[in-house]
């Protein structure tokens, strides 16, 4: 009998192990995808682009959720969270990407976001945080500044010193959207993407009209760039996100944020010869270090993060 019990926590918890693996491929996407579309055309007409099509495509369910009577207050709520989780993020991602920031360490910068979503987790979720959790944390700081450093010194860096400081602005953004998507009414992951995206593909049509970037380029790379960021990135990165976080809480999730660099590190150097160096690789795995400190710390699980979490 016992077996039989153990045995769904046994596939849950296998099942959560993938999706995060997933997750973090997916998220990782992301920042080549932006480094491909850098590449063919300005920023702005990259974002209108990638995400005009997905408003068309996810309207009806953003039609179904307004006409099944998902309240006023939860639907402006989740309209805030898209612009700052999806518009404020991307855009300081494209931004540092497009000045010559490597995929990796805008990568780690942004994936630094677990710092402060523990240091505020207490305060706003009640959720304690341990010793050997604030541990992980301080690695995963001297990870950024190993990794930042190293890439802002590299003979083949062209980004402007102050260019480093744009993925924590959009690091910033994502964290505000985490705590707030939370006190919110829980709302199926793919309504949460719809009213994401469409209001991404507002704001973002509207300035590429205002600057006059609306008009795509006549380039197959461009629309494989879209291909791209539209499947793996949005559909698999933010799908996944908003997921686990239900399934499996705040905390865990955002720590799975530190493997993402070393993979985007990884990638942008086999895909576009981004510097990969020692102290970059040592960075990276003191990032690796970090999650497991942070997420195996002694006494937490996967259940009691998320019991904890739900702590509103």
Known sequence: MSIQIGLPAVRRAAASVGLGALFVLCWSSGFIGAKLGAGVAPVTTVLMWRFLPLAVLLLPVLCRSVGDGVPIAEMRRQVLVGVLSQSGYLLSVYVAIGLGVSTGTTALIDGSQPLVVAALAGPLLGVAVRGRQWWG??????????????????????????????????????????????????????????????????????????????VPPDSGGFWLALLWLIVLATFG?????????????????????????????????VMFGEPLTLVTGVGFGLAIVAVLLVVRAPGRTAGSWRKADDVQ
């Not at 890439?151 to 400081?165: E, F, G, K, L």
């Not at 964290?175 to 992951?189: I, N, S, W």
């Not at 996944?240 to 905390?251: A, M, N, Q, S």
């Open 137 to 214: 944390l301080g690695i995963g700081v001297l990870a950024v500044v190993l990794v930042t450093g190293a890439d802002a010194v590299h003979p083949s860096t062209v980004a402007p010193p102050w260019a480093y400081a744009i993925p924590f602005l959009g690091m910033l953004c994502l964290v505000a959207a985490t705590f707030l998507e939370r006190r919110g009414v829980p709302l199926p992951p793919l309504r949460v993407l719809a009213i994401h995206c469409v209001t991404s593909a507002v704001i973002f049509t509207g300035v590429a009209f205002a600057n006059g970037t609306a």
């Open 237 to 269: 990165g933010y799908g996944l996100y908003w997921g686990l976080i239900r399934r499996i809480g705040v905390t865990p999730v955002n720590t799975l944020m530190f493997l993402v660099p070393p993979v985007t590190g990884v990638w942008g150097a």
